[in-house]
């Protein structure tokens, strides 16, 4: 049975696989391996770009990197600004807190003083900002993830299973009102995941820009994110479609 008769979802699955392990892909050469037309492999490329997966480009498309922190950092800094105001408010006096590697959480983590917390993040930006802010920094460890900066694999979500959280705050490569948080990579979606399962609550921080953005992995559905930080007011009509899921502010 050749892949295209197994259907859309198994060949855009072996598309992506081509696409990772190779960087591009050659549209009438994908079109032999995959024993489909070219039109059908042209409709795979512009659902996979529709979910940012990948990037056409002529005659076929390459793979879609995650961005590497230091340029994530540099983008939407008011936004961040404001969204890590909003989540001072949800931080507790004391306790454990665990936090992301992303860069709008790295923001938060600048703007506190919690001596009376413990707080464990697999991000290592996110842990040197907290030193001398919080009681205790724990950083998981794990493999290196450069692009996302992160450590993830088994190491990582061990270390994030051992301890249980009062809160945790992440946000997402984008958010969609349908499948939930999305994440650029499957392994830092990954460590996303433990970070639910070890947690009493999940506040999701992400500003305008990630509403609706496509990505590669699901991390957290909607029912599996307490609260939805935004810098937007919470009544702007934009944060409708989440509105009935989640609590915002």
């Not at 290592?124 to 493999?143: D, H, N």
């Not at 947690?199 to 990630?210: E, G, R």
Request: proline share 4%.
């Amino acid at each position: 049975m050749s892949v295209g008769s197994l259907g859309a979802q198994v060949r855009r699955g072996r598309i992506r696989d081509l696409l990772a392990s190779g960087g591009s892909l050659d549209l009438s050469w994908a079109a032999d391996e995959l024993g489909v037309s070219e039109m059908t492999i042209r409709r795979d490329l512009l659902e996979l770009e529709r979910q940012g997966l990948a990037r056409r480009v002529r005659g076929g498309a390459v793979a879609v990197a995650p961005e590497l922190f230091e340029r994530r950092a540099a983008q939407h800094h008011t936004a961040k600004l404001r969204i890590a105001t909003k989540l001072r408010t949800l931080l507790p006096a004391q306790g454990v807190v665990a936090m992301d590697s992303s860069s709008t959480v790295h923001r938060f983590a600048l703007e506190i003083a919690a001596p009376e917390i413990t707080v464990l993040t697999p991000g290592i930006e996110t842990f040197q900002a907290l030193r001398g802010r919080v009681g205790r920094a724990l950083l998981t460890g794990g493999e290196w993830e450069e692009a996302t900066g992160s450590f993830i694999g088994p190491l990582a979500v061990r270390a994030v299973d051992a301890l249980h959280a009062d809160v945790t705050f992440l946000s997402a490569s984008g958010l969609d009102p349908e499948r939930g948080a999305l994440e650029s990579t499957l392994e830092n979606a990954e460590v996303k995941r433990a970070l639910r399962r070890s947690s009493a609550t999940v506040v999701l921080a992400a500003d305008a820009s990630k509403l609706g953005q496509p990505a590669a992995a699901l991390a957290l559905t909607l029912a599996e994110i307490d609260v939805l930080v935004t810098d937007l007011d919470p009544a702007d009509p934009v944060l409708d479609p989440y509105r009935a899921h989640l609590d915002l502010l």
